[in-house]
Antibody, heavy 120, light 108 residues
Framework: EVQLVQSGAEVKKPGESLKISCKGSGYSFTSYWIGWVRQMPGKGLEWMGIIYPGDSDTRYSPSFQGQVTISADKSISTAYLQWSSLKASDTAMYYC?????????????WGQGTLVTVSS | DIQMTQSPSSLSASVGDRVTITCQASQDISNYLNWYQQKPGKAPKLLIYDASNLETGVPSRFSGSGSGTDFTFTISSLQPEDIATYYCQQYDNLLIFTFGPGTKVDIK
């Protein structure tokens, strides 16, 4: 069974750093992309970027380039999303999702989400 | 950047009604258009890929059509469990993705 299990909720202060995780199981982790999607409170879905754990090829949405870093450790089938200096506006639910490595490109399995709250 | 619009932003319909949501791209995206359902407090779920292909296990009352810039998502007979927000999402060959703003569907 394909599963993406994300790390737990985080409460942080502005300026702090954070790294959240997404662990894949039940499939070949290095043969699919992992994407990250933000959902701010009461708002819609925003695509942030993707990573191919097989070779660490990474693509970012222009809106998130330079704001976050996406990485992966294929030895433990885990992808990461990290911030070096959080802002209150980073408060959101963050989802990881699996993406096929060939057309058609769609996110077929999703993690349960990680709620990040940034507040002083 | 390709922009996606959806209409309506919300709708209220009765059980058994036919529900239609439209999604428009700011430029030709061929059929590179997916539809997701998100129920409150849950992760999104893929329903339709490449404009008209039903994901395995998704009920046949859901369907999609369109190509180019104009797309339609239809629920042929609305059921109580279909209460959710529906998002279109486009992709391109550079693996850049954009979600539409979403359409919230309620029961009247």
């Amino acid at each position: 069974e394909v599963q993406l299990v994300q790390s737990g909720a985080e409460v942080k202060k502005p300026g702090e750093s954070l790294k959240i995780s997404c662990k894949g199981s039940g499939y070949s982790f290095t043969s699919y992309w992992i994407g990250w999607v933000r959902q701010m409170p009461g708002k819609g879905l925003e695509w942030m970027g993707i990573i191919y754990p097989g070779d660490s090829d990474t693509r970012y949405s222009p809106s998130f380039q330079g704001q976050v870093t996406i990485s992966a450790d294929k030895s433990i089938s885990t992808a990461y999303l990290q911030w070096s200096s959080l802002k209150a506006s980073d408060t959101a639910m963050y989802y990881c999702a699996r993406l096929l490595d060939y057309v058609p490109y769609y996110f077929d399995y999703w993690g349960q989400g990680t709620l990040v709250t940034v507040s002083s | 950047d390709i922009q996606m619009t959806q209409s309506p932003s919300s709708l209220s319909a009765s059980v058994g009604d036919r529900v239609t949501i439209t999604c428009q791209a700011s430029q030709d995206i061929s059929n590179y258009l997916n539809w997701y359902q998100q129920k409150p407090g849950k992760a999104p779920k893929l329903l339709i890929y490449d404009a008209s292909n039903l994901e395995t296990g998704v009920p046949s009352r859901f369907s999609g059509s369109g190509s180019g810039t104009d797309f339609t998502f239809t629920i042929s007979s609305l059921q109580p469990e279909d209460i959710a927000t529906y998002y279109c999402q486009q992709y391109d060959n550079l693996l850049i993705f954009t979600f539409g703003p979403g359409t919230k569907v309620d029961i009247k």
